[in-house]
DNA sequence: TTGAAAGCGCTAACAG
DNA sequence: CTGTTAGCGCTTTCAA
């Protein structure tokens, strides 16, 4: 491979100058620009990355950071930040966790290789203190919501409470009164998911309903897990059982419904059922989803605005309309 | 950030020993080894891999090319990919194409500037000749069925033609004589899915049916593509209808099925239909979907390893055993 | 407007 | 077993 110096030599020139038309300096004659130019078309010559990126200091790689990309949210979400990544010259390094933490711990580690100078972060498994604490060696972003305040770290927050309430609202107004709820958590405040269930109490508490722990399933996430709650809710007694019940993710009311079918139990008839995330194949269903929608592509778009304008030492202000969740009605609820 | 000089400096050693420790050099006392791992320690250090790379020519980063993250069948193969990258110590740097021929050029070029050691190509837009004329560059392994021979360029190849081949047989097995085709390309050699043509043609042609011309819909992609199919076979005389039709893909055969339920025609008992790839939706649709199932897991596997074999210069022979594509049975043929 | 020279952080002969 | 030294390919003073 040609190098900048071969380059230089067959231009006549000194690195240097090459380098300036590199960088596009001003201050160099026309004359050598096109003399640089065809030497470098002649060598087939293309800058090592390393190599600048090494002297200059300054990267282009911006990691990001998903549980698993075969979750079509996380996806979409990779989808829209390599779209702008790319734009403004970017590239993007990925890394699964699976839910691990200290896989999530290597690719903070690589900020201090130099690895990536940035990382977006949309999910996290450690507590925010510890990933602050690699703030120092790069920019990071983290997509999560949070009381947690940082000026080190940027927070982009979609309101999760905010959309669970809109959403148990709008079970209310349709009539709904006995509403279930299914959390990927332990229903806990320091859990995953403690925002929305934030807002599925505050839902319930300003519609005078009282929480019934029967109707609340913890720890639920694949179709499988669905299907076993259809199977308890059948079991209860007919006066006891919720006329609906929001699911917390679209694979868990996939699994509610198909198992509810089985057991001839109607929906939204007997019970409504609703969703989370919108996934691709939520309109697909037989009974097509009623569900709640996250903004993806903003937020993509917006998480890769957000740590370009770290890394380049910009600013960047998020534009939290953007990013709202939205309910989707279709025929379950 | 420490660098390898402090850490030679506060362990009292040179650099070279430091360096030699970093790479697992036999010759390094037992004692000054546990120096150089408390001066490490002291110092939070952690090797620029920038440097590294750019000293000793080898570097740590995979390019993956595919068309969109947000097509399953990428997603599953970068997953699979990713772990088995990562267990080898190499990172993923991932780029989509939407199949634009220059955004894969561009990415090829990535090679000569040594961002990335290795490139998986899991789909390929430009020919096969331009291609393989980066691969002294850099290790080059493209995922495609073809016949183009090259020692410089690896192909890892699924068998897409014996897969269509044997889904066509399974339909006429079933019973069905009149098998409508659709497919993403022209229908013509060149095109994105000539193999799957070859396949579909030789079937008929062992069981002595004609080739229907007006049962051959090209460039169909989307569900909406499906429907618009659906509405053209609806629209043909009883007697002229295909009594099944082999979708090409998951997405157009959903669609298909959707508008039929619209126009009353049942699945499969007026007409069967078939996809392919196994989308994780296909179980879960309404008519869950009798499709072909490809290896992506393995295939992404494979892929990995023979990059790294590449840019590792060892060998490694693909096991074409694990590349079935594979009927998936379900109730919609 | 241009060039010489000193590194960025690391590795790899070569010499002890 | 350990250190000296010369770079990898590029950018960036500094001086001309």
Known sequence: MATIKDVAH??????????????????????????????????DYVPSSLATQLRSNRGTMIGVLVSRLTNPYFAYL?????????????????????????????????????????????????????????AKYGAIAVSTQTDYKSDRLRLITTN???????????????????????TGGDFTDQSHGSYRNKGYLRALEESDIKLNERWIF??????????????????????????????????????????????????????AVMGFDNQPFSSLAKIPLTTVGQPMETLGQQ?????????EGTEFAIDESQL????????SA
Chains 1, 2 share one sequence.
Not at 167 to 174: G, P, Q, T, V
């Open 10 to 43: 067959k231009a006549g020139l000194s690195v240097t100058t090459v380098s300036r038309y590199l960088n596009n300096h001003p201050y160099i004659s026309d004359e050598k620009k096109e003399k640089i130019r065809d030497a470098m078309e002649e060598l």
């Open 160 to 182: 999760q409470e905010q959309a669970t309430y809109d959403a148990i609202n709008f079970l209310i107004r349709k009539g709904y009164t006995g509403i279930a709820y299914s």
């Open 218 to 271: 913890k720890n639920n996430h694949t179709i499988e897990d669905g299907m076993e709650i259809a199977v308890q809710l059948s079991r209860l007694n007919e006066k006891d059982r919720p006329d609906a019940i929001f699911a917390g993710s679209d694979e868990v009311a996939i699994g509610i419904i198909r198992k509810f079918e089985q057991l001839n139990i109607r929906v939204p008839a007997d019970i």
């Open 324 to 331: 709202k969740l939205k309910i989707i009605e279709r025929e």
């Open 78 to 134: 990779v989808d829209a930040i390599e779209k702008k990544a790319k734009q403004q010259g970017y590239r993007l390094l990925i890394m699964q966790t699976y839910g691990d933490k200290q896989e999530e711990i290597n690719t903070l580690e690589m900020l201090k290789e130099k690895t990536i100078s940035g990382l977006i972060m949309c999910a996290v498994e450690n507590d925010l203190e510890t990933v602050e604490s690699y």
């Open 303 to 311: 998480a890769a605005s957000l740590i370009i304008s770290m890394i």
